[in-house]
């Protein structure tokens, strides 16, 4: 089987667009695929996180992998930091990424403008580092989603940069994968884009959320004045809470709005809790699974200690293999 590898930052609670746009895709892979799923606690410390936030989020992200139908019997689930060949990895393969590709990456112009006094040497080279979690596994399938292609390409020119250097065929290339041909996109509630964690909680539905705490986000929702003529395009905000609807909800209930809504006689009022409870019943089974998990500490440390022992197997010998290639052997 080909491999796969994917990893999601601890930065915190999934969401829907997690949930809908990777996790059940991911669930499906695993049947198909030689699959790595891991939490980036690595990649997360370039915001420097408290350890007490370090901790509790990367836990809280292996609950919901494990809760959305990740299975550790069929997946490796594990997280970064317990593979320090991946570090090692990532210092040998940092001595052939170049400062000039690394400066023209659109992911770090981009948070250099967003955050001008944190511009640290791990977010510089988070491309060489993305790498080396893929090139470990020699991966050759990569979820990505577009913000992430260019890392990709990054990803196959330092893998043949090694090659050439050291005159192998060694590392293969990889490529993004879409598992899906329907990609699902999953708006936010703040009017605008995609939803994110970086727009603020009022603008996700967290898996882990309680029942009345969607009801309340879905009712705060943005939408605008209601339309004022027959079949007129929706705005953004509006366009979005449809969109939700048509995931969560049936095609019946899709179109029954839809045609209030062409025949101005929406209430607004009514979609959002038609909405809402639509959304809480999509995400009860889920939200259920993480409550149970989260209680389980003892099923959560065997999860992990099984991963990481079945990832560091895969790195150790990618590492071994390496440090032959590069010419660092023991002389004793």
């Known amino acids: 089987m080909e491999t796969v590898v ?7 609670k999934l969401h829907l667009g997690n949930y809908y746009g990777a996790l059940r895709n991911f669930v499906k892979m695993q049947n198909e695929y030689n699959c790595f799923f891991f939490i980036a606690d690595l990649h997360s410390l370039t915001t420097h996180p408290t350890p007490q936030d370090l901790t509790s989020t ?11 139908g990740l299975d550790p019997e069929k997946s490796t689930i594990y997280v970064q930091s317990d593979v320090p060949e991946v570090a090692e990895l990532y210092l040998y393969m940092n001595m052939n990424a170049y400062l000039g590709e690394l400066e023209r990456s659109t992911a770090f112009k981009d948070k250099v403008r967003a955050n001008p006094n944190n511009v640290n040497a791990g977010l510089l080279t988070y491309p060489v580092l993305m790498a080396c979690d893929i090139l470990i596994h020699h991966a050759t399938k990569v979820p990505v989603g577009k913000d992430q292609e260019q890392h990709l390409e990054m ?13 192998v065929d060694y590392f293969q290339e990889s490529f993004a994968f879409t598992y899906s041909d329907k990609l699902i996109k999953i708006p936010g509630l703040s009017g605008q884009g995609k939803m994110g964690k970086s727009n603020g909680d009022a603008d996700c539905i967290y898996l882990s959320d309680p029942a009345e705490t969607i009801r309340k986000k879905i009712m705060r929702a943005v939408t605008d004045a209601g339309p004022t003529g027959l079949n007129q395009e929706k705005p953004e905000a509006v ?12 095609p019946d209930t899709l179109a ?6 062409n025949n101005c006689e929406i209430r607004y009022g009514d979609f959002k809790k038609q909405l809402a409870e639509d959304m809480v019943l999509a995400t009860n089974e889920v939200r259920t699974r993480i409550e149970e998990i989260d209680k389980d500490d003892a099923y959560i440390a065997k999860v992990l200690k099984l991963g990481a022992d079945k990832a560091q197997a895969s790195a150790q010998k990618t590492l071994k293999e390496v440090r032959e290639i590069i010419g660092l052997k023991k002389l004793y």
């Not at 990367?58 to 959305?68: D, I, N």
């Not at 029954?256 to 809504?261: A, S, V, W």
């Open 6 to 12: 994917s990893g999601i930052r601890s930065t915190g």
């Open 58 to 68: 990367v836990r809280q992200v292996v609950v919901e992998y494990l809760a959305a």
């Open 239 to 250: 366009q979005n809470l449809f969109d939700l609807m048509k995931v969560v909800s049936t």
């Open 155 to 167: 990803t196959r020119t330092f893998g043949n940069r090694f090659n050439r250097l050291y005159n």
């Open 256 to 261: 029954h709005f839809d045609g209030l809504y």
